[in-house]
């Protein structure tokens, strides 16, 4: 059903937990994307949040995000690694499937390949012991690994069942249709764990801005890549999910019913671009 391949990352609203999870499902949702933030709250401790969470009847499809994890100096390497162990716990404790994971934005050290493939692949074998896969995403603002051919690479040369690629609208906004349509030809489908939509409020380009606003994308105009895209790894066989994403303080001071209001626009916007390509 394409109602399940469409997830919502619920750091878009702001309330704690208990109502994020309850208004997901009032929005038709099973399946949801979840971030530490979500997690933390004044009134809630994490382990509240943590046995709200098992009691809840949604899926948790993706644990977004493990920052800065790739590229480090080996000393920092292993501060990011507990790191990752912890979220990898909590992750299985809340049956949660994907723990996704991003490059360092700045480096201290030259970026060595050979040690990010060593790195990704030891995460890779901790998730498998947690039943987590580790979904790789790289960013066009880092100084190590900034696109998918290399993201690709990198996770061809760990070798490890267990990984994947996370594909974000963002990074491949300035593509031409004949760039994004070459890329997509060249990535495995089997190897896509998750794609993330949203919009970017913005004609600045992103290594200006390292956290860049994401809106909810509920119209061609406001990403114009997010239907190519979509129809691109359509066509390419991919069926795995399309997660709705927007991380932006601009919501936090709407009203429940506006954003419920984005929410439905989006999914129905993003349900028409698949359906639309499984007509043709």
Same mark, same amino acid.
């Given at each position: 059903m394409i109602e399940n391949r469409i997830i919502l990352n619920v750091g878009v609203l702001p309330y704690n937990l208990e109502k994020k999870l309850k208004l997901a499902a009032q929005l038709k949702f099973d399946v949801i994307?979840?971030?530490? #933030?979500?997690?933390?709250? !004044?009134? $809630?401790?994490? $382990?509240?949040?943590? &046995?709200?969470?098992?009691r809840s009847a949604l899926k948790i499809a993706a644990f977004h995000e493990l920052k800065d994890f790739l590229g480090h100096p080996s000393n920092l390497m292993n501060y990011k690694m507990n790191l990752a162990k912890s979220n990898?716990?909590?992750?299985?404790?809340?049956?949660?499937?994907?723990? #996704?994971?991003?490059?360092?934005?700045?480096?201290?050290? &030259?970026?060595?390949?050979?040690?990010?493939?060593?790195?990704?692949?030891?995460?890779? #074998?901790?998730?498998?012991?947690?039943?987590?896969?580790?979904?790789? &995403?790289?960013?066009p603002w880092s100084q190590s690994i900034n696109n998918y051919r290399d993201a690709i690479e990198l996770i061809t040369q760990a070798c490890n069942a267990n990984l994947c690629l996370v594909i974000d609208n963002v990074a491949l906004r300035h593509c031409s249709d004949e760039g994004l349509a070459e890329l997509i030809k060249d990535i495995p489908m089997?190897?896509?764990?998750?794609?993330?939509?949203?919009? /970017?409020?913005?004609?600045k380009p992103e290594k200006e801005h390292i956290i860049p606003a994401r809106m909810l994308a509920t119209s061609a105009s406001h990403e !114009?890549? /997010?239907?190519?895209?979509?129809?691109?790894?359509? $066509? $390419?066989?991919?069926?795995?999910r399309y997660s709705l994403y927007a991380e932006s303080s601009s919501y936090h001071h709407c009203s429940e019913e506006i954003i419920c209001t984005e929410i439905t626009n989006c999914l129905r916007y993003v349900k028409g671009l698949i359906n639309q390509t499984a007509s043709q």
């Open positions: 994307e979840i971030g530490n #933030i979500d997690l933390t709250s !004044p009134d $809630q401790n994490l $382990q509240t949040n943590a &046995k709200t969470l098992q990898l716990r909590l992750m299985e404790d809340v049956g949660a499937n994907l723990l #996704i994971v991003s490059p360092a934005t700045e480096n201290y050290s &030259k970026p060595d390949l050979q040690r990010m493939v060593d790195e990704l692949r030891a995460l890779a #074998i901790l998730g498998t012991v947690r039943g987590v896969r580790i979904g790789f &995403k790289p960013l089997d190897m896509v764990g998750l794609v993330q939509l949203s919009a /970017i409020d913005s004609p !114009p890549v /997010i239907p190519k895209l979509i129809d691109l790894m359509e $066509q $390419q066989g991919y069926r795995g």
